[in-house]
C-alpha cells in the first residue's frame, strides 16, 4: 500500500537547522591553545551559497585517538534538554549549522599526521542522502586517498591556510570537475 503522504526520504528539508545543532558544536578544542579555526562556504552546483546546511566532523585527535571524549550530546539531569559539551575535553566530533550565507566555522585540535584530515558529513536542501568527504590540512605527508586523485579533483579537498591557525575549506555540492568537492562512496 502506497501512502498518500511523502516518507522522510522522499521530503527534501530543510528540517536540519531546527534539531540536530547542539550548544558547543562548533568547538572541539574548548579552551586548548593548539586550536585551529576550519571555515568556509558550501556552495550548491550553481555556486549559490547554501544557507541550512549542516555539517559534522570528525577526526583523530592529535595523539592519533580515535576514542575522543564522551559528552558532546551531554543531556542536563534535571530537565533533560541538551546541552552539549562539558566546555574542557576534546571530543573528536562536531556539528555545525550554515549561516544565511552559506558559511560555518569549527574550532578543533590539528589532526595526527597518521590520519591528516577532518571527515566531513555533508546534509542539505536537495540531498536525499548525506555525503562523505574530507578536509586536508597542508602540511601533511603522503595520504592514499589523495595519491589516488587526478591533481585538479586532489584540489577540492585541501583546505588554504589563510593565516596562522585559520584555515579555509569551501564544499561545492556540483560542478565541473576542478569545483565539485570530491565525496566518498560508503557502501
Do not use: C
Amino acid at each position: 500500500m502506497t501512502s498518500p503522504h511523502p516518507t522522510p526520504s522522499q521530503t527534501v528539508g530543510p528540517f536540519y537547522g531546527y534539531a540536530l545543532p547542539f550548544p558547543g558544536g562548533d568547538d572541539l578544542a574548548p579552551g586548548d591553545s593548539r586550536a585551529l579555526t576550519l571555515h568556509g562556504t558550501v556552495r550548491d552546483g550553481s555556486g549559490a551559497p547554501v544557507p541550512d546546511a549542516l555539517l559534522e566532523f570528525w577526526q583523530a585527535a592529535p595523539n592519533n585517538s580515535r576514542t575522543g571524549a564522551t559528552g558532546s550530546m551531554r543531556r542536563d539531569p534535571v530537565d533533560g534538554r541538551v546541552i552539549g559539551r562539558d566546555g574542557t575535553r576534546f571530543t573528536g566530533f562536531g556539528r555545525v549549522p550554515t549561516d544565511a550565507d552559506g558559511h560555518y566555522a569549527l574550532r578543533t585540535l590539528p589532526p595526527p599526521p597518521e590520519a591528516p584530515y577532518l571527515g566531513v558529513l555533508v546534509l542539505a536542501r536537495g540531498l536525499l542522502h548525506h555525503l562523505h568527504t574530507r578536509a586536508y590540512l597542508p602540511g601533511h605527508p603522503h595520504d592514499t586517498l589523495l595519491a589516488g586523485l587526478p591533481p585538479e579533483r586532489r584540489a577540492t579537498l585541501l583546505a588554504h591556510e589563510e593565516r596562522a591557525k585559520l584555515y579555509r575549506f569551501d564544499i561545492r555540492l556540483q560542478g565541473d570537475d576542478t569545483e565539485e568537492t570530491v565525496f566518498l562512496d560508503f557502501p
